[in-house]
């Protein structure tokens, strides 16, 4: 069965410093991988997706993440934090792209700090 | 702009009432999802449709039901609404497409079951 682990209830930076955030998971089949994020009382909202095309994928806010076959992994990053992107973030897979059911990970807190 | 709406930001119910959430979107899409999403959980997903008046289970049924009489509509009901079904509910909806979709989320409904 697929599943997700985020490393990582709660990550903390300083404004303008590297965000990583890490996802592992599991799956039998190649998977499909997203990255979405949650600001307060708000829904979620997708970032990026890794649909096998490349495995390096772009998103938007200036969020990337990279495929990592070997590693089973699919890390979020962005080179310098900024204010609003405090939030939280979710790492979801997919095996199914008929009901395009995702399994969500528990989700990390980014806390960006002055 | 797509759009995914819940008609209720906050509710609060009595244990035992019956409780109605209802989602409406307005992208034509064929999947709708409601997830219920807990601190330290993520996001877990309850019911799902693929059409009209099909449903089927998702990883925590127990205590709720669905219906989608209309494309655009998909309701979560609790039958007998208890204390440990205080949550946020997440209402999604994605294209039945041949890749792998986005899934549009509203902006939720915290319940709280007193």
């Known amino acids: 069965a697929q599943s997700v682990t985020q490393l990582g209830s709660h990550v903390s930076v300083s404004e303008g410093a590297l965000v990583l955030l890490r996802c592992n998971y599991s799956s039998s089949v190649p998977p499909y991988l997203f990255w979405y994020v949650q600001y307060p009382n708000q829904g979620l909202q997708l970032l990026l997706k890794y649909t096998s095309a490349a495995t390096l994928v772009k998103g938007i806010n200036g969020f990337e993440a990279e495929f990592k076959k070997s590693e089973t992994s699919f890390h979020l990053t962005k080179p310098s934090a900024h204010m609003s992107d405090a939030a939280e973030y979710f790492c979801?897979?997919?095996?199914?792209?008929?009901?395009?059911?995702?399994?969500f990970g528990t989700g990390t807190r980014l806390l960006v700090s002055p | 702009d797509v759009k995914v709406t819940q008609s209720s930001r906050y509710l609060v119910k009595r244990t035992g009432e019956k409780v109605f959430l209802e989602c409406v979107q307005d992208?034509?899409?064929?999947?709708m999802f409601w997830y219920r999403q807990d601190p330290g959980l993520g996001l877990r997903l309850i019911y799902f449709?693929?059409?009209?008046?099909?449903?089927e289970k998702g990883d925590i049924p127990e205590g709720y039901s669905v219906s989608r009489e209309k494309k655009e509509r998909f309701s979560l009901i609790l039958e007998s609404a208890s204390t440990n079904q205080t949550s946020m509910y997440l209402c999604?909806?994605?294209?039945?497409?041949?890749?792998?979709?986005?899934?549009?989320f509203g902006p939720g409904t915290r319940l709280l079951v007193l």
């Open positions: 992208m034509d899409h064929e999947n």
């Open positions: 979801a897979v997919s095996e199914d792209t008929g009901f395009q059911k995702l399994v």
């Open positions: 999604a909806s994605s294209l039945r497409g041949q890749g792998v979709e986005t899934q549009y």
């Open positions: 449709s693929y059409d009209v008046k099909m449903k």
